[in-house]
């Protein structure tokens, strides 16, 4: 079973920027990893995905051009940068193994890590 940490969320202004860290550990096999978000009282959102070897990367229309995924797999790490943060970009965030499609949800993944806040605001 795959274990995932998601760590680097905090308190941030509109416009700036935040790097999200997804830790892996216990199976060795090769995973996609998706990041989500959940706004309190909406629906979990799919954010972004990568494949194992980085060859397939998918975001949402939402964060497209502001948010930058990537993996190193030596470090067993999967990244989500967030630039050009806006007020409705405040959610939990989690991340999670699953196939990288184009249309992102949670149904089709496991492992999920506890999540990270973000919060964006003046």
């Known amino acids: 079973q795959l274990q995932l940490v998601e760590s680097g969320g905090g308190l941030v202004q509109p416009g700036g920027s935040l790097r999200l860290s997804c830790a892996l550990s216990?199976?060795?096999?090769?995973?996609?990893i998706g990041w989500f978000r959940q706004a309190p009282g909406k629906e979990r959102e799919g954010v972004s995905c990568?494949?194992?070897?980085?060859?397939?990367?998918n975001y949402a229309e939402s964060v497209k051009g502001r948010f930058t995924i990537s993996r190193d797999n030596a470090k067993k790490t999967v990244y989500l940068q967030m630039n050009s943060l806006k007020p409705e970009d405040t959610a939990v965030y989690y991340c999670?193994?699953?196939?990288?499609?184009?249309?992102?949800?949670?149904?089709?993944?496991?492992?999920w890590g506890q999540g990270t806040q973000v919060t964006v605001s003046s």
């Open positions: 999670a193994a699953g196939p990288c499609l184009a249309w992102i949800v949670a149904p089709n993944y496991g492992d």
């Open positions: 216990g199976s060795t096999l090769a995973y996609a």
């Open positions: 990568i494949s194992y070897n980085g060859g397939v990367i």
